[in-house]
């Protein structure tokens, strides 16, 4: 990589550092380090917020979500509006004004504390897991640039990442957030740019071949829980994916606690209601665009170099000549593409577009042979679909950009993965070390345990990160972890607020919400969002059924 890019990078990592931990103040306590003292303003609070779901596996899982499948995947979002509107009068005053440090305090005192200790302990699963796989996203970035083994690439991230962590409270990871969210928009309106300018159809032409390809369907309206992204299930299942995110999630949670008042704590949460699903749009977008753009330049036959590297050396011939094939058929495919764009009048234009289709049909059969040919050298799956944005980067922008791209995947990984340690460490240490182990310790032991569980964390994290490449888009990953667990954690909150739910109830409707997404998860084919609805649905029936009776102890 050129020096210029290093030094974009180097420059933007030192700034970030060195600011985070100058705005590092007053973490001398537990208020300070894990609340900032409720000082964070309304807008800081907000782009925090969003920076940390918007990390760097949105910057490669979601653009090579956008190149393979289109803008289907925004209808994940379309309940978050209503969701943040819903957090505004219900959960983020509740929670702001109990003075807690946790989601999960303020279940022992509606409740019980093993019902707190339960749902602490499911969020620790679930965000420990889904801190591995944002961890992963920059791995394969840099995995990829330096030709490093995936192990190593995660622990360039994952240990500097710890030890700011450790350094900064809950005040220098926000302010990281907003640098991050700043860069990380810039960095796609370059690509953008980039792409229209390197394009040789205009614009109107780009759209019609995306279109051709269905990847500019937005809204699928087919009510069926087996289909992954549908306008109901985003609109229904991303509704409680939503409330169970931002409302009982401690990564979130813990930034609105920090606001300085409950209306700057609502109002941030209006940011995410009015700018993520556009941002999110356009992250899609980027996608899209580079899978226009590889109609008119020849892509890798194998996103993954690993692995087409493996390939080579292995199945050197067999490739050749399958590259061959593939060369070949990209020639024509090219040739029907700009005949699309070129068509005169419908008819012509029509018949242009069914060519370009069966050409487009068969360079994916040849790239499935590849695909298969990988998994058949390497005995894992290529997912390939990790690997298209930073190769497109890497081979396609011009200096510069390309320091740009990768510096805003590093601090976004950063910041998110910050956010995500931070919130760990608090649950671990307020949630069962200070409730369970030492409820007496001054501020300064408490710190030093936060700190201790914060390295335990990001090695936990380190190593999900080396195997969360192998399952998918990483997207999608993170969003299969959350909502395994998400909809029973939201159902023991809604139960919070029904006057005649008990602490027993609570704890047997967590177990049954928990049994039943496990049935459904493992054992159907039912979309994962919808494993959100399902969870707080049967937390709250059982919940309410079994909390007949006397009133427990603990809620008197």
Request: hydrophobic content about 50%; charged content about 15%.
């Amino acid at each position: 990589m050129h020096w210029i890019n290093w030094a974009i990078v180097v420059a933007y990592l030192t700034y970030v550092v060195v600011d985070g931990i100058r705005k590092s103040k007053d973490t001398n306590t537990i208020a300070g380090y894990f609340a900032a003292n409720k000082s964070l303003s309304w807008w800081v609070v907000g782009l925090s917020v969003m920076a940390t779901q918007l990390s760097a596996v949105t910057m490669i899982g979601t653009t090579g979500q956008g190149a393979t499948d289109g803008l289907r995947f925004v209808q994940l979002y379309f309940g978050l509006p209503l969701a943040m509107v819903i957090l505004g009068v219900t959960l983020v005053p509740l929670l702001h004004g109990s003075g807690v440090y946790t989601a999960y305090e303020y279940l022992e005192r509606r409740f019980d504390a093993k019902t707190r200790s339960f749902t602490a302990l499911l969020f620790l699963l679930s965000r420990g897991m889904s801190v591995g796989t944002i961890m992963a996203a920059p791995a394969v970035v840099f995995s990829a640039v330096f030709g490093i083994p995936l192990v190593w690439a995660v622990a360039l991230i994952g240990v500097p990442t710890v030890i700011y962590t450790m350094i900064g409270g809950v005040q220098a990871v926000a302010w990281a957030d907003v640098k991050q969210m700043v860069l990380i928009v810039v960095a796609l309106l370059s690509i953008m740019v980039v792409l229209l300018v390197q394009m040789p159809v205009n614009p109107h032409d780009a759209l019609q071949i995306a279109g051709s390809t269905g990847r500019l369907k937005t809204f699928d309206f087919r009510f069926d829980i087996n289909e992954q992204y549908t306008f109901w299930s985003g609109v229904i299942g991303g509704t409680f994916l939503m409330l169970s995110y931002f409302g009982t999630d401690q990564s979130q949670v813990q930034r609105y606690l920090a606001a300085r008042s409950v209306e700057q704590a609502k109002t941030s949460l209006l940011i995410s209601a009015y700018w993520k699903i556009p941002l999110q749009a356009l992250v899609l977008f980027v996608g899209v665009g580079v899978f226009v753009y590889y109609q008119f330049v020849q892509p890798p036959l194998l996103y993954n170099p690993a692995h087409e590297e493996a390939v080579m050396a292995e199945r050197g011939l067999a490739y050749d000549a399958l590259q061959s094939e593939y060369s070949a058929a990209f020639t024509l495919r090219e040739t029907a593409a700009l005949d699309v764009a070129d068509a005169s009048d419908d008819s012509s234009a029509a018949a242009a577009m069914e060519i370009f289709l069966a050409r487009e049909a068969d360079i994916q059969t040849i790239r499935g042979e590849a695909l298969a040919m990988a998994e058949e050298v390497t005995g894992e799956s290529s997912r390939d679909v990790n690997y298209i944005i930073p190769r497109f980067v890497l081979n396609e922008l011009p200096i510069g950009l390309v320091g740009l791209f990768i510096a805003g995947v590093i601090a976004a990984a950063m910041s998110s993965i910050s956010s995500e340690l931070n919130s760990l460490a608090t649950t671990s240490v307020i949630d069962f070390y200070r409730r369970w182990v030492s409820p007496e310790a001054t501020d300064a032991h408490y710190l030093a345990v936060s700190r201790g569980a914060t390295v335990l964390w990001g090695v936990f994290a380190c190593v999900v990160a080396t195997y969360a490449v192998s399952l998918g888009s990483l997207i999608e990953v993170v969003n299969r972890f959350g909502s395994f667990f998400y909809g029973s954690i939201l159902g023991v909150f809604l139960l919070a607020m029904i006057p005649r739910a008990r602490g027993n109830g609570a704890f047997i409707g967590l177990i049954a919400g928990m049994t039943v997404v496990g049935v459904v998860n493992f054992g159907t084919d039912v979309a994962y969002l919808w494993q959100n609805v399902i969870g707080a649905v049967v937390v709250v029936a059982v919940g309410v059924v079994f909390s007949g009776g006397a009133r427990d102890p603990a809620t008197s």
